[in-house]
């Protein structure tokens, strides 16, 4: 691929996620605004591949270290994520779905 | 097979998934399963990860940087796996700033590698991929010290808002600052200028925050929140990897919406958050207005109160933030179980946005394995306090404060509240008579229908738990 196609592909990516981002969440209940909040914190914590993939082509030893900070940070944000989420929604596990239940 | 291939179908899989997880998420009955496919996702964009670096032969010879990664991972992931697991429920929001902070902290870090590649002239590099370096190293700067501050000011380093003129005029001077900066950048200012852009960063993240009032620091941070979504766009951008394209453009659109989401919830707008600085006036004494007449309110004593509560026919409880750091959600469940037991009526009285995010309260009367049954929204409850013997307002303040009905000058004027005062007695369990969290009086308290139960909410309940039993 040249340059401007792989450009161009990039930005296609980039207002196609903008859509469906919007889409997908559309109507969420006030009581799973938190968890949801927290989920998607989760979901970028894909910013550990990127630290994975700076620290893999460093050339000098500060772009080493800078790099592994960012792996660091990334895990956290990613695996601290997924469980704190976990935690919030296994307290509404046994419970009845909120929409249409009445008393 | 080619491991580029490999990975790149791999990467379509996740990007697949987190838009299941994130689907699944948004509803009550399949939420935990979205947070799950969520993670498999990840699972899978982390093995196509290492199928491409190790091997795509991305590793540079006779470098230490595979062994760093996996160090890194474990490193952070016990971190963060140890903290969200041990976090009490009550400082979730805080933990979610803080995990947010680490994701943009990282971005900016990406980023500074990605521009010094650039400056040393490695790799190729097309001005689309050089402006998202540069956007990725702003907005992730501002994510990581704006959660900073957002924690801080949630940990209660730093409560109230601090606002004045000067503060507006420096933030804007700050702001034309940082395009100035990048204009410099763009016209070859190189790493001197860079750094120069990442402590104006800092600046303009603190500038933004510190006007902001504690009660707003949910849709702060989920603000943030979609920020660090960006950044991380951004830096899919530098490096030419879809899968942060899509996964950080996914929260940045996702979680803008969830901020509007919140603020709808909380009857503000966006610039109202952001402007307009909400608890930052002196703080009203109680019965010190000027030309009002003196406020006098009632006290009640824990025998008296549990006779009351003996002779009534429906209670409905308020939970607010102050039960929930008094950590009172267990003792307040055993309350209403024994209340209950003498053929009591007992609901919940959720509020939107009750405990310091919307839904958190949810969350903790689960905790607490308050049954889903009892657990009712504003607009169900409301229509019952009129025929309610007992609105037991436990650690909750600003969310029955009458003046949002009609007190257009009131900060919380036109959010929706929960109708207590409309009860035929109103218990108030509070430490003292200070304003909550928006900073305002609360008229509540000098209703003549109310009586004040002074205490830290665990305690003063517990008392009461007492004395009902002893009640018989």
Redesign the interface.
């Known amino acids: 691929m040249n340059?401007g196609t792989?450009?161009l592909y990039?930005?296609y990516?980039?207002v196609l996620?903008?859509?469906?981002?919007?889409e997908?969440?559309?109507?969420?209940?006030?009581?799973?605004?938190?968890?949801?909040?927290?989920?998607?914190?989760?979901?970028?914590?894909?910013?550990?591949?990127?630290?994975?993939?700076?620290?893999?082509?460093?050339?000098?030893p500060?772009?080493?270290w800078?790099?592994?900070?960012?792996?660091?940070?990334?895990?956290?944000?990613?695996?601290?994520?997924?469980?704190?989420?976990?935690?919030?929604?296994?307290?509404?596990?046994t419970?009845?779905?909120?929409?249409g239940?009445k008393? | 097979m080619n491991p580029k291939i490999l990975s790149d179908i791999a990467y379509l899989t996740s990007a697949f998934l987190f838009i299941i997880g994130l689907k699944f998420l948004s509803h009550p009955k399949r939420a935990r399963r979205g947070n799950q496919l969520a993670a498999i996702g990840m699972a899978f964009a982390i093995v196509a990860s290492f199928i491409f670096i190790w091997g795509g032969g991305v590793l540079r010879e006779g470098s230490n940087a595979g062994v760093l990664i996996i160090v890194g991972i474990l490193v952070g992931g016990l971190v963060g796996t140890l903290a969200a697991r041990y976090v009490a429920m009550t400082e979730m929001p805080q933990m979610v700033a803080l995990l947010n902070g680490c994701g943009g902290g990282a971005a900016a870090l990406i980023s500074t590698v990605e521009f010094a590649n650039f400056a040393a002239g490695r790799g190729e590099s097309d001005p689309l991929a050089f402006g998202a370096t540069l956007f990725g190293a702003v907005i992730g700067s501002l994510s990581f010290w704006g959660s900073l501050m957002a924690f801080g000011k949630l940990s209660g380093f730093m409560e109230r808002a601090i606002t004045s003129t000067l503060q507006k005029l420096l933030t804007l001077v700050v702001f034309v600052g940082l395009i100035a900066v990048i204009v410099w950048i763009g016209m070859g200012g190189g790493t001197m200028a860079f750094y120069v852009l990442l402590g104006v960063s800092l600046v303009f993240a603190l500038l933004m925050v510190i006007p902001i009032g504690g009660a707003d620091m949910p849709v702060v941070i989920s603000l943030l929140n979609s920020f660090t979504g960006l950044a991380v766009a951004a830096t899919g951008f530098s490096l030419r990897e879809p899968a942060l394209i899509i996964s950080g453009t996914l929260v940045g659109a996702s979680g803008t919406l969830l901020t509007l989401l919140m603020c709808k919830a909380m009857n503000r707008s966006i610039t109202n958050v952001l402007f307009a600085g909400v608890g930052a006036g002196p703080v009203a004494k109680p019965g010190a207005k000027a030309g009002g007449p003196a406020k006098t309110h009632r006290e009640i004593t824990a025998d008296d109160l549990a006779m009351l509560l003996g002779n009534v026919q429906s209670v409905i409880v308020i939970p607010g933030y102050g039960m929930a750091v008094a950590q009172a959600q267990h003792v307040t469940r055993e309350l209403a179980d024994m209340l209950a037991g003498k053929g009591v009526d007992v609901k919940y009285a959720v509020h939107p946005v009750a405990g310091r995010m919307p839904g958190h309260m949810n969350v903790l009367l689960a905790e607490a394995n308050v049954p889903y049954e009892q657990l009712f929204d504003l607009e169900q409850i409301n229509p019952e306090f009129e025929r309610c013997d007992v609105a037991l307002v436990i650690g909750a303040n600003d969310v029955v404060n009458p003046c949002a009905r009609y007190d257009k000058a009131s900060p919380i004027y036109g959010m929706p509240i929960l109708d207590a005062d409309k009860a035929k007695h109103i218990i108030v369990v509070k430490r003292s008579l200070n304003p909550g969290f928006a900073g305002i009086d609360n008229e509540i308290y000098y209703n003549p229908k109310t009586y004040m139960f002074f205490g830290d909410a665990k305690g003063a309940i517990q008392k009461l738990v007492e004395a009902v039993k002893t009640a018989g």
């Open positions: 340059e792989l450009i990039s930005i990516i980039f996620a903008v859509f469906v981002g919007f997908v969440i559309s109507k969420v209940p006030v009581q799973l605004h938190t968890p949801l909040m927290s989920g998607t914190n989760a979901i970028h914590g894909i910013v550990m591949l990127g630290g994975m993939l700076v620290l893999a082509h460093a050339a000098t500060l772009l080493v800078l790099g592994f900070a960012a792996v660091v940070l990334g895990a956290m944000n990613l695996f601290g994520g997924f469980v704190v989420t976990d935690r919030m929604l296994e307290m509404f596990k419970k009845k779905p909120a929409a239940s008393s």
